[in-house]
Nanobody, 118 residues
Framework: QVQLRESGGGLVQAGGSLRLSCAAN????????MAWFRQAPGKERELAAG???????YYTDSVKGRFTISRDNVGSTVLLQMSSLKPEDTAIYYC????????????WGQGTQVTVSS
């Protein structure tokens, strides 16, 4: 089991950057696949960026080229570097984890608010 806590959200102007951090507390962090989801007001939660087993990143189309996901297994953290932010990136961002054998992400943080002003 793993506990997740996000930090780094805030208010930023369009075109700016933010870095989100997810600290994991639990055993065998390196065995988990990690991802960042986001949920905008009135919309369903969507996967923004993820790291497959072996460290291969993947992104939803709307953030490709602007967001970078990375992990530090020694420090048990996952980062989401966001640049060229747009108002439509405004959402609550959630860190999530799952074991490779699980079909769904079943460990979640509490979320951190990102607001991009135009």
């Amino acid at each position: 089991q793993v506990q997740l806590r996000e930090s780094g959200g805030g208010l930023v102007q369009a075109g700016g950057s933010l870095r989100l951090s997810c600290a994991a507390n639990g055993r065998a962090f390196s065995t988990y696949e990690m991802a960042w989801f986001r949920q905008a007001p009135g919309k369903e939660r969507e996967l923004a960026a993820g790291l497959r087993w072996g460290g291969v990143p993947y992104y939803t189309d709307s953030v490709k080229g602007r967001f970078t996901i990375s992990r530090d297994n020694v420090g048990s953290t996952v980062l989401l570097q966001m640049s060229s932010l747009k108002p439509e990136d405004t959402a609550i961002y959630y860190c999530a984890a799952k074991l490779p054998s699980s079909p769904t992400y079943n460990y979640w943080g509490q979320g951190t608010q990102v607001t991009v002003s135009s």
